[in-house]
């Protein structure tokens, strides 16, 4: 059997489109702390490639500790991930504030950050009763649901933006007070899970 044709073959369960949908929900319309944490990535890196290059280290983080912790390697309790999660919001945005420009560290924080995110993610994807064997298929449709969402909230945000990018005052009057916004936002989420 080709390679191909095996992927195919573990695609091709009932698990694949439910887990693609659950992926996608739980970015659109039910994932808000995450939808801010794509925004707070647009806001200081609207160019395509490195807002790419981003989210792609994101996604493979969050696809590495959900896998880790399914399979038991790695746990924390739920409140503190999700108390993690919200600082990372804060931090993400607070950071648009002080910088112009995309710093040679900020891939790998998001990257650090996505390890966090994929123990949130574990959290939902566990919730759902599995068959053993359709484990593999529906973790690879869940991760590419989640991506879906992600690009939407991007390609969202980019039509939205759009007419204000060339603009002297898109800093200014858009992107500083989304990103405060953003920061208050995981603030505030962060001192109410942490009760």
């Not at 759902?128 to 909230?153: C, H, M, R, T, Y």
């Amino acid at each position: 059997m080709t390679r191909a044709a095996a992927i195919l073959l573990l695609l091709a369960t009932a698990a694949v489109p439910e887990y693609l949908a659950l992926g996608f929900s739980h970015i659109i319309p039910y994932g808000a702390d995450h939808i801010l944490f794509i925004l707070g990535l647009f806001f200081l890196t609207k160019e395509p490639g490195p807002l790419m290059f981003q989210m792609t280290l994101f996604t493979m983080a969050h696809s590495l500790t959900l896998g880790l912790s399914l399979h038991g390697f790695v746990s924390l309790p739920r409140q503190a991930v999700e108390v993690a999660i919200a600082l990372s919001i804060a931090f993400i945005a607070l950071e648009n504030l002080f910088r112009e420009n995309l710093s040679r560290w900020r891939p790998w924080m998001v990257f650090g950050f996505g390890l966090v995110h994929g123990l949130g993610f574990a959290h939902s994807f566990a919730e759902k009763d599995l068959v053993p064997g359709d484990f593999l298929p529906a973790l690879l449709s869940f991760n590419l649901g989640i991506e879906a969402g992600q690009i939407a909230v991007v390609g969202i945000a980019y039509a939205a933006g759009a007419l204000w990018w060339k603009r002297d005052c898109y800093r200014k009057m858009i992107a500083r007070p989304a990103s405060m916004v953003i920061a208050a936002s995981g603030v505030y989420w962060a001192v109410e899970r942490s009760c």
